[in-house]
């Protein structure tokens, strides 16, 4: 009896541990995909043409040219400059197998005796360039930043369809740590979205696919149980944004953003215990998810706050320019472990500055 | 009476061994199937296990973190000094993008480090540096990672559950004169360009300014980094250069200056970065000035004399 009942416990269990995992798994877990093409690697793939000697098969002929050799371009485009026009008799060129006898309206009436041909022309040798070029969507005519191993390499305003291009030029070989973050039409910041990248020398790297995350603000740092809170921020046009609110039980919501890119979303606080409570939202669009955005808290209480700018309340911006950098980190790198730091300087208030302070400054950077 | 007992007391002892049992297995089953988060790992990774004494090798710190992106950490790498030779240690391709403790021996023997990657990083094998041994006589030397800490990118600072695997080595007798195993040492480009930043702030060096510097080298590894403040620009070659790291305390506080900072790799291969003097010196203060007058006068004596000379013999 006693093991019958066990066994239908962990039955019960097994069967439990299987729901809560796929639940979990459809709620939270997220694949980024951020593609990586190198031009230039002798390996054709994705939306390349040809990538130096590997022309995937194709020729001047089958590309509908005349016989010729086909090339490939240091952006890995077919290079069709040595492909003669394909045949066709009657477009006022004699060309291909086209003769005097075959098509005498493109080669003229044969002559009595037989002429010469003409020489081909040159093209000069272009110095490859290592490269790396940026493509995603972030928010409608947002700034991006590009930040390369954390310092600022670039910055270019994405289209009104949110997509931008940036192209970093001059590198040197080797690893990378590249990070992008966008601000929205409020001047609030993204999460930076960073990826490791190997570059190769006299190659241009590709990394396309990028999907900054939405912007997040509440607009209430306290709301008073079962009014609502209003969530709202930027992404795509026309993008789905899932909208997370942490407790003790997680709540999801769905809305869509407008022609620019602007969410708006009422939660309702009724099912929230009294206490601190996290959102933070993604966006899908045309099949592509983006990552979480920074998790904002408010609290659910007896009465209403408004919240503070988020500008003017980010941890780790500690010589008040605005931004978490190199600056910042030097202050704070002056403080770690010794004795008495400032209260500015200790970000978690345990009374130093550790490993904790410095996770929590450069999950704010900015570059 | 007592047999009746014992054989009462048997049974519930036999049931509660099973029940027992089928707790644990309950346990391993709800461990098992439960949406546990995968673990950060801190390895250390050698392309050799086997190894002759005088023979340098390399070993390389990775992190694997594919599930959790993460920002800061920290550790020690603990060797056994009898056996092993620290000959070098390199930071190149380092995806850690600012050392708050660069990878270096301390008192004890142990190599401590601690750095931060600001937006965090997800990563299989990523590098955070290498260290280059010599075994120095033979044995079964183990190298550990001792109170290390890897922290998730979440803006609390948490931190990531953390697996670390040690490397064994054995070192055999043979004396070796072979080249070095999985060793790179060609670097012959310079650091990456840098843009030093000047600041002040309240909470450092008492509110006076000071400079705000680094970079990468993308083959060997930063060495470090020297400075050289001078108002006269005119007589840098004459300057000398002080080692210095960031933050680093300007000693012109006036900023009339032109900086100089030097980041040198491993392989001795420089990159230099220049700030101009924020306040830059009148006139009459720069020295070229009356350098280019002395000289200017000196050429219009001679070029008097000179000409005299020439007049006189005619």
């Known amino acids: 009896m006693i093991i019958c009942f066990s066994l239908i416990v962990i039955f019960l269990i097994v069967i439990f541990s299987f729901l809560v995992r796929n639940i979990l798994a459809d709620n939270s877990a997220v694949v980024i995909t951020v593609k990586i093409l190198v031009c230039g690697d002798e390996v054709r793939e994705g939306w390349e043409q040809c990538d130096n000697g590997d022309l995937g098969g194709q020729s001047c002929v089958s590309l509908g040219y005349g016989a010729g050799e086909l090339d490939c371009t240091p952006a890995c485009e077919f290079d069709t400059s040595a492909c003669p026009p394909g045949p066709s008799c009657g477009d006022a060129s004699c060309n291909g197998s086209e003769s005097c006898g075959s098509c005498p309206a493109d080669c003229g009436a044969c002559p009595p005796s037989g002429g010469g041909g003409g020489g081909g022309g040159g093209s000069g040798y272009v110095a490859p360039v290592t490269s790396v070029i940026f493509s995603g969507r972030a928010y409608p005519r947002s700034t991006v930043t590009l930040l390369k191993d954390a310092q600022v390499a670039a910055t270019t305003i994405a289209g009104a369809n949110a997509n931008f291009q940036m192209t970093l030029s001059g590198l040197t070989a080797g690893s990378y740590i590249f990070s992008l973050y966008s601000e929205d039409y409020k001047g609030i910041r993204s999460s930076l979205l960073s990826f490791p990248t190997n570059v190769a020398a006299g190659a241009t790297t590709y990394v396309s696919g990028i999907f900054i995350a939405p912007t997040i603000s509440v607009d209430k740092s306290e709301v008073k149980q079962g009014d609502n809170v209003v969530i709202f921020g930027q992404s795509v046009s026309s993008g789905e944004i899932t909208i997370s609110v942490h407790s003790d039980e997680e709540f999801f919501g769905n809305v869509k953003t407008d022609a620019n890119g602007v969410y708006l979303y009422n939660f309702n606080t009724s099912p929230l215990e009294v206490g601190q409570h996290f959102t933070k939202a993604r966006a899908a669009s045309s099949g592509e998810i983006s990552s979480f955005s920074k998790a904002v808290s408010f609290a659910v209480g007896e009465k209403n706050v408004t919240a503070e700018n988020e500008k003017t309340a980010v941890k780790g911006e500690l010589n008040n320019d605005g931004r978490v950098n190199l600056i910042d980190f030097s202050i704070m790198a002056y403080w770690y472990k010794r004795p008495s730091p400032p209260a500015k300087v200790d970000l978690n208030g345990d009374g130093q500055v550790d490993l904790i302070d410095l996770s929590i400054m450069a999950y704010n950077w900015t570059g | 009476m007592d047999r009746v007992v014992l054989r009462n007391l048997k049974i519930q002892m036999i049931k509660f061994i099973k029940l027992k049992n089928l707790f644990l297995f309950s346990v391993f089953l709800f461990s098992f199937f439960s949406p546990i988060a995968q673990a950060a790992e801190l390895k250390l990774a ?255 004596i001679l070029w008097k004399i000179l000409r005299r000379k020439k007049n006189s013999l005619y």
């Open chain 2, 46 to 300: 050698s392309p050799v296990l086997k190894i002759e004494v005088g023979r340098q090798f390399q070993v390389d710190l990775l992190l694997n973190a594919k599930e959790e992106s993460i920002n800061a950490l920290e550790g020690k790498i603990v060797f056994p000094e009898k056996l092993l030779k620290l000959k070098k240690i390199q930071d190149g391709n380092s995806i850690v993008n600012f050392w708050i403790k660069k990878p270096q021996e301390d008192l004890t023997g142990n190599i401590i480090f601690s750095g931060i990657t600001p937006g965090g990083v997800m990563v299989e094998n990523g590098l955070i540096f290498s260290m280059i041994f010599e075994p120095a006589v033979s044995g079964a030397a183990v190298l550990e990672i001792s109170q290390a800490s890897v922290l998730l990118n979440d803006g609390q600072g948490s931190a990531a559950s953390l697996d670390i695997l040690p490397l064994n080595i054995v070192i055999s007798e043979v004396i070796s004169s072979e080249k070095p195993i999985g060793i790179e040492v060609s670097d012959t480009l310079p650091p990456e360009s840098f843009r030093p930043e000047i600041a002040k702030d309240p909470n450092i060096f008492n509110g006076k300014y000071f400079l705000a510097f680094a970079t990468q080298d993308k083959g060997s590894g930063m060495a470090r980094y020297e400075v050289r403040e001078l108002r006269q620009k005119f007589f840098s070659l004459f300057a000398g250069w002080q080692e210095a790291s960031s933050p680093h305390l300007l000693a012109d506080q006036e900023l009339k200056s032109y900086i100089f900072i030097k980041a040198v790799d491993l392989n001795g291969n420089e990159k230099i970065e220049i700030i101009p003097p924020k306040h830059p010196l009148l006139w009459y203060e720069n020295y070229l000035f009356y350098v280019i007058i002395i000289s200017g006068l000196t050429a219009y």
